[in-house]
């Protein structure tokens, strides 16, 4: 079965820049087309980026040009690098596929942005 962990949040003063790892076992992340999702409190779980399995890429309004998504096959993760990070980025971070999480989800990583 296929499992995804989330390393790399934390806590981060606004401005500020982190980096989020998907690591998977269980299957090659390779051959699905990905993506990084997140949930605020109170919130529904929204999709924040996306990669197909071929490096097209994709982002919500709300964070296109402060995040970058990627993917190192060789590794099995999908990265999620965040710049200018601001208060309202401060959810639980989870990757899946995409479109449609079709594969069980992990943990996720809490990214807190505060001062």
């Known amino acids: 079965q296929v499992q995804l962990v989330e390393p790399g949040g934390g806590l981060v003063q606004p401005g500020g820049s982190l980096r989020l790892s998907c690591v998977a076992s269980?299957?090659?992340?390779?051959?699905?087309?990905m993506g990084w999702y997140r949930q605020a409190p109170g919130k529904q779980r929204e999709l924040v980026a996306a990669i197909t399995r071929g490096g097209i890429t994709n982002y919500a309004d709300s964070v296109k040009g402060r995040f970058t998504i990627s993917r190192d096959n060789d590794k099995n993760t999908i990265n999620l690098q965040m710049n200018t990070l601001q208060p309202e980025d401060t959810a639980v971070y989870y990757c899946?596929?995409?479109?449609?999480?079709?594969?069980?989800w992990g943990q996720g990583t809490q990214v807190t942005v505060s001062s």
């Open positions: 899946n596929t995409s479109p449609g999480a079709l594969l069980p």
């Open positions: 269980g299957s090659r992340l390779s051959i699905f087309n």
